[in-house]
Nanobody, 127 residues
Framework: QVQLVESGGGLVQPGGSLRLSCVVS????????MGWFRQARGKDREFVAA????????LYGDSVTGRFTISRDNGDNTMYLEMNSLKTEDTAVYYC????????????????????WGTGTLVTVSL
């Protein structure tokens, strides 16, 4: 059974930075791509970023490109999301996701693929 556990959420002021982590346990022998989605209150889930597990190739959503950086540590089965220049509109619950099988980037961006999910960590950007 695959488990994803996020950490690192919290309260930060606009313009600040925060780093999220996601640790994967369980069946990790055939991981393809991991990533982050977020969901603000009253809004649909939004793709944030993803990274191919072996090659480390990143993919970003339009709203975070240039501000967020995704990375992974294969040895520790951990994925990170470095968030800089945070805006109030970045406030959301951030979810870690792992694809159940290989899915192309456009599927990830649509958020309509088949994923394992973490329980989420809340990021609040406010004065």
């Amino acid at each position: 059974q695959v488990q994803l556990v996020e950490s690192g959420g919290g309260l930060v002021q606009p313009g600040g930075s925060l780093r999220l982590s996601c640790v994967v346990s369980g069946r990790t022998d055939s991981m393809h791509r991991m990533g982050w989605f977020r969901q603000a209150r009253g809004k649909d889930r939004e793709f944030v970023a993803a990274i191919t597990w072996t090659a480390g190739i990143p993919l970003y959503g339009d709203s975070v490109t240039g501000r967020f950086t995704i990375s992974r540590d294969n040895g520790d089965n951990t994925m990170y999301l470095e968030m800089n220049s945070l805006k109030t509109e970045d406030t959301a619950v951030y979810y870690c996701a792992l694809d159940k099988y290989y899915q192309i980037g456009s599927i990830w961006k649509s958020g309509k693929g088949s994923f394992y999910w973490g329980t989420g960590t809340l990021v609040t950007v406010s004065l």
